[in-house]
């Protein structure tokens, strides 16, 4: 049950606020000047909405009592995984299969799939004493459904995610440093095989960490092969590949190759945040979100206007307040005192960074682009509504832990 | 001891190194670059423009023009450069004579369009062009640009035209490459083939300042290629379309089909009255749209197959057909007398000849298109084979023709009628009636000429079509359509095939009028009863031979008399008209 005073209102007010920096960004986002005045589209109100929605569903989460909340973990990753089987075979949106289109919104089953996933993998690796190939084992097991059918939807960007969510949690498990660089490797191999030099280069670097980490040879030498192996393969693959398949990859890592697509849109993104300049062009004037240059600037594009309206300073400010609170929340990691709490929290706060800092980085300019929101700020129902379940979790956690270690 | 027992330190590390990541290429975009990106918001450097394709034309099947290109000058504004709207709007209207409500209500529409040219008035004359820009250093915001509208040779039902595109249609269309100035296809041809006419929109990066310096943000593929529409070569000869056209009456509605009896290619497409599609090539005037509107002929419908009629005597083939394909009668078979009608039931229905015919066979009673015997024929078989066996010859049913909204007839089934007339209601009185094409049956012209043209190949029925090649890139690609045998047997189909022999070329047949020296004329006449007018609709269907079948036909008038008299004598014109142009390019 609910214990008010040992209830993080920290976290909560941070949410709060950043809640709220989203409904102002989604404000200006969806209005656009006039010789007459300004036409606000409703945006705002449906997010509003949405907010209060969340925060009854997060309050009910810190009352569910904890014996009931922990049987549920294995049927909703279950569930989540039916609803992924369902979506493949919903009409596609967009040319992908990502969306199951309900009465008024379109329920994106990934968003589901990310925090069922991440708690069935606490669930099942934040045990004492685990065999490392039982960590590897369980983690490979949990992770592969959602992401092999999130690959098929299409959805590169959410199945890269999972992945990140999975090393990121594996890393402070009992696995030795030498699997997550095991997992990690192949990824840099496939990159590097297109040039034997830098290939090398990457190899002799990869042994020299390895050797630092006084790991055996016998380990040096698996891991050695399987990256050579991985870089002999890359390009036999790759040439194997249709010329539109190999294009849509290096669009997806380049997308200043589609000055019609998806580059067209990240340049305007980068001229509204560029002309933003130190100080912005104030609250509603910016002028490239009034010339519609971007689609969707309430979503993906948010940050853009942000940008563009608050310059320099104003996107320093609600970064630090982002950050300040999720350090809250990684400080609290530290709190817990079940292990699997722990692995959760550690979860969460790598899958809300790790989408911040996509979505952030394709509206500058510096990651790939994929159709992945800003979290708490970006429009958008299903989105809002697991990211504050994410929290929810992590607040529940800090409420019911015991005072005494 | 794992590590996840640690404290929070390596994540508050890792997070404030993410932190520090986007703050600094922030920074860059910002600050150090924010005055060269100020730049270029400003002046609006970085722009997608879209190149239109040139539109496919279209041609007949010996390669003539019936819809050609031409040059338009059309008004287009810029938003973003409008002083005065109002004053704006005013030379618009005034000087271009268009209303000055429909300016004002563009311009507001597309208010935050600022930098999108938006289409104002399309295909001004030239003089008005020359006077017109003297005055433009007045209104920066308008501009003339050449480009191209559709010229149709002559008015017919089955091109189409093209129109702006609306609201609706863009917001489902734009990824196809449609701006908001663009035309589309908005009936007929040009709306069916609008995807292979249109061809690809075209694009252009545009990333250049004002002193052609260029930003280079793209290096690869900064153009797109407009590819340009495909011709189409249609199955439709101008010569016998026209020809058609000017002998069809004046002050009566109707449709001619006339379609190669070997391919389903239709050779003419005549619906009358018809109206001049080049009128959409700009803003009609009010006066001549109302005019369009309130024709009591309604000039728009095309009575081919957005018309459906009760086809009268030219549907007796049917019943004959069936009767023979179930063995009801054979070609000698004699049925009841006729003498002026016969009592079914508690009504007398009538014979056309109040005289009587006497007793006749089906080639006779074809011949002379007497209803007793037909009356008599239905009573041997059930409403619903009927129905089946009509739709199985595909008189209502869609015959697949390459245009939108064709109209699927009907035929009532025994459920109708009881949902329609109540559970008590006398089938047997509403299927004899049915047997000579009378009550509720209706048809399409196209229906029935598609089913004189299967009795001439001797069943097997041909998809019509009016597409008869695809011309992209000088590569000329033919289409191939649909081909059915249908199960009537062939010697049944002779029977029939012989008794509208003998209709038109028999002493007394009904169909005289149609008779053509030196070629084999095979027809039926039709006078149906209908609700739209007092005299009858009047139709001739049948098909032409020379060494073999070549031409099938149907002729029909709306309310234009009886098939004999009104219906046959223009299908005997253009069969000679057929004929001597055959002649004449055997000749060549």
């Known amino acids: 049950m609910i214990r008010l005073k040992q209830f993080d209102w920290v976290i909560f007010s941070f949410l709060l606020l950043i809640m709220l920096i989203g409904v102002v960004a989604i404000y200006t986002a969806s209005t656009t000047k006039t010789e007459q005045g300004f036409d606000v589209k409703n945006y705002y109100i449906k997010q509003i909405v949405w907010i209060f929605l969340s925060l009854i569903v997060l309050a009910v989460i810190q009352i569910i009592p904890k014996p009931i909340f922990e049987v549920l973990i294995i049927p909703s990753y279950l569930f989540s995984l039916i609803l992924l089987g369902l979506v493949l075979l919903a009409p596609e949106i967009n040319g992908s299969h990502r969306w199951i289109a309900l009465k008024g919104f379109n329920l994106q089953p990934s968003e589901l799939a990310k925090i069922t996933t991440i708690m069935m993998l606490a669930k099942f690796i934040g045990k004492n004493n685990l065999q490392e190939y039982n960590i590897l084992l369980r983690a490979i097991l949990i992770i592969s459904p959602p992401v092999f059918m999130i690959l098929l939807e299409p959805d590169l960007g959410t199945s890269v995610i999972f992945f990140v969510i999975m090393l990121s949690m594996l890393a402070f498990s009992d696995l030795p440093f030498f699997y997550i660089i095991l997992i990690a490797s192949p990824v840099f191999s ?25 790991l055996s040879n016998i380990a ?10 991985i870089a002999v393969l890359t390009p036999l693959i790759w040439n194997g590949l249709k010329t539109y398949q190999q294009n849509r990859i290096l669009t997806f890592l380049d997308p200043m190759r589609d000055p019609f697509g998806a580059g067209y849109h990240i340049i305007q993104s980068k001229i509204a945040i560029g002309s933003g300049g130190i100080t912005g062009k104030g609250w509603l004037l910016g002028t490239q979100k009034n010339l519609n240059f971007l689609p969707e600037h309430h979503t993906d594009f948010i940050f853009s206007v942000i940008g563009e309206e608050f310059g320099f300073l104003g996107c320093t400010f609600i970064l630090t307040l982002y950050f300040l609170f999720l350090i809250q929340i990684a400080k609290s990691v530290s709190l817990l005192n079940h292990l699997e709490e722990r692995y959760t929290v550690i979860g969460f706060l790598a899958y809300l960074t790790f989408q911040l800092y996509v979505n952030i980085g394709m509206n500058i300019g510096i990651v790939p682009a994929t159709g992945i929101p800003l979290p708490f700020i970006s429009y958008g129902g299903s989105s809002l509504l697991v990211n504050v379940i994410s929290i929810a979790i992590i607040l529940k956690y800090l409420n019911e832990r015991s005072v005494f270690k | 001891m794992t590590k996840a027992q640690f404290d929070s330190k390596i994540l508050i590390v890792v997070l404030l190194f993410v932190l ?12 150090i670059q924010g005055e060269k990106y100020g730049l270029i918001a400003e002046k609006n450097f970085v722009r997608i423009k879209s190149n239109s394709p040139v539109r496919g034309e279209i041609y007949d099947r010996n390669y003539k023009p019936i819809v050609l290109n031409k040059p338009s000058i059309n008004l287009y504004i810029l938003p973003g450069k409008i002083k005065d709207r109002n004053k704006v709007a005013k030379f618009v209207s005034e000087f271009f004579s268009v209303d000055f409500e429909t300016i004002k209500k563009v311009i507001h529409q597309n208010r935050f369009r600022l930098y999108n040219e938006v289409l104002l008035v399309q295909d001004i004359d030239y003089e008005t062009v020359v006077k017109a820009a003297e005055k433009f250093d007045r209104f920066p915001s308008l501009e003339f640009k050449t480009e191209q509208k559709r010229e149709y040779s002559y008015p017919n039902h089955f091109t189409g035209y093209m129109g702006k595109i609306s609201d609706k249609e863009y917001r489902n269309l734009k990824d196809k490459g449609y701006t908001i100035n663009s035309s589309i296809g908005k009936s007929g041809l040009e709306l069916y083939y609008e995807d292979l006419l249109r061809g690809e929109y075209g694009y252009e990066i545009l990333q250049v300042d004002a002193s052609g310096k260029s930003f280079e943000f793209f290096k690869h593929n900064l153009h797109q290629d407009a590819v340009d529409g495909a011709d189409i070569i249609l199955t439709i000869d101008n010569d016998l379309q026209n ?6 009456p004046s002050s009566i509605p109707g449709a001619v089909v006339v379609m190669d009896v070997t391919t389903g290619e239709i050779i003419a497409y005549v619906s009358t009255p018809n109206y001049d599609q080049n009128i959409f090539s700009k803003t009609i005037p009010e006066t001549v749209w109302n005019n369009l509107m309130n024709d009591p002929h309604n000039p728009m419908l095309d009575r081919v197959i957005h018309g459906s009629y009760p086809p009268g005597s030219v549907f007796k083939t049917i019943p004959a057909l069936l009767g023979l394909e179930k063995g009801i009668i054979e070609r000698d078979t004699k049925l009841i007398s006729c003498d002026g009608g016969m009592q079914v039931g508690n009504r007398f229905f009538k014979c056309w000849l109040h005289s009587g015919h006497g007793r006749l066979d089906v080639i006779d009673a074809i011949k002379y298109s007497c209803d007793v015997f037909f009356y008599d024929l239905s009573m041997k078989f059930d409403l619903t084979d009927m129905e089946e066996f009509t739709k199985m010859n595909f008189l209502t049913k869609k015959t697949g023709i390459d245009l939108y909204g064709e109209r699927e007839g009907f035929f009532p089934t025994t459920q109708w009628y009881v949902d329609n007339y109540g559970k008590y209601v006398n089938i047997l009185g509403q299927k004899v009636n049915l047997a000579i094409g009378q009550g509720e049956i209706l048809v399409t012209p196209l229906q029935v000429c598609s089913h004189y043209a299967t009795i001439a190949a001797n069943g097997v029925w041909r998809q019509p079509h009016l597409m008869k090649k695809i011309i992209k890139d000088n590569y000329e690609e033919k289409k191939y359509y649909q081909e059915q045998r249908l199960p009537s047997k062939s010697e049944n189909i002779q029977i029939i095939q012989e008794a509208l022999y003998e209709t038109v070329n028999g002493s007394y047949g009904t169909g005289g009028a149609a008779r053509v020296n030196g070629v084999k004329v095979y027809g039926k006449t039709g006078s149906a009863e209908n609700h739209m007018g007092s005299t009858t609709h009047a139709w001739f269907a049948g098909y032409a031979a020379w060494e073999k079948p070549e031409i099938a036909f149907c002729v029909f008038l709306e309310n234009g008399g009886h098939g004999g008299s009104a219906a046959a004598p223009i299908a005997k014109k253009f069969i000679q008209y057929y004929n001597s142009k055959r002649h004449s390019e055997e000749g060549k």
């Open chain 1, 190 to 214: 496939i990159i590097t095989s297109f040039s034997i030099i830098i290939f090398i280069v990457y190899i002799l670097i990869l042994i020299f960490v390895l050797y630092k980490s006084k």
């Open chain 1, 220 to 229: 040096i030498g698996f891991v050695v092969a399987i990256n050579a192996f």
């Open chain 2, 20 to 31: 520090l990541v986007i703050l600094l290429a922030l920074g860059n975009l910002q600050i």
């Open chain 2, 243 to 248: 020809y058609i056209t000017s002998i069809m």
